[in-house]
């Protein structure tokens, strides 16, 4: 089982629409987790970290589940500008960093 | 500030050859950590180091090594190329090392190395 897992997408939505999507995780004893954004061919950019209580920031929203293990993320509104992909990225130990494969979103006009 | 700066950003090798990538952190970051990505897939773990120590390697062959300087920089090397490791690798700088929320990382632009 991989350590991260995450729905590959795309995830196809109009501009103004929410749009969620999950990441699923292996380890148990994991503490950290984040959610990155990666634009084609350029590098991973944090968007947020994600707390046990649930975050926001501006229009994206955070969630941790530790019973199931997983991880949202909730996109309200849509913009154009949000079409990228979605890292899921958890640490397992305290040296490594675990990403997902990534979900891809596609806002569209 | 400058960022995380990695070089090359593109090179092409053939099968067999060396290739030595380099990272420069942030200034004031002492952890550096080096990724694959390829195509299609989330970047890969490969080495970390803070305060010029390995602390942490990931399921890589010894054709990769690496190593960071005093002044916090650090070397990617792979030995022994193959069609295999065409990839982008990045570097990533963090001001230290832990399993902490607000340790984030900051990721360079990466070097695209196409293997023929």
């Known amino acids: ?41 350029k590098e991973p950019k944090l968007l947020m970290s994600v707390y046990s209580s649930g975050n926001e920031d501006g229009r994206f929203t955070a969630q941790l589940n530790r019973a199931s293990q997983y991880i949202s993320l909730l996109i309200r509104d849509s913009k154009l500008s949000d079409s990228a992909t979605y890292l899921c990225v958890v640490y397992p130990n305290d040296y490594k960093l675990s990403f997902g494969a990534g979900t891809t979103v596609t806002v569209r006009a | 500030d400058a960022g995380v700066t990695q070089s090359p950003t593109h090179l092409i090798k053939t099968r067999g050859q060396q290739v030595t990538l380099r990272c420069s952190p942030i200034s004031g970051h002492k952890s550096v950590s080096w990724y694959q ?6 970047p890969q773990f490969i080495f970390q180091y803070y305060e010029k120590e390995e602390r942490g390697r990931g399921n ?57």
Do not use: H, I, M
């Not at chain 1, 148990?28 to 061919?41: K, V």
């Open chain 2, 37 to 42: 990505q390829v195509l299609g897939q989330g």
């Open chain 2, 60 to 116: 890589f062959p010894d054709r990769f090594s690496a190593r960071q300087f005093p002044n916090y920089s650090s070397e990617l090397n792979v030995n022994a190329l193959l069609l295999g490791d065409s990839a982008l690798y990045l570097c990533a700088s963090s001001l230290v090392l832990g399993n902490n929320g607000a340790n984030v990382l900051t990721f360079g632009a990466g070097s695209r190395l196409t293997v023929l």
């Open chain 1, 1 to 41: 089982r991989k350590e991260v897992e995450q729905d590959p997408g795309p995830f196809n939505v109009p501009e103004g629409a929410t749009v969620a999507f999950n990441c699923t995780y292996s380890n148990s004893a994991s503490q950290s987790f984040f959610w990155y954004r990666q634009d084609c061919r």
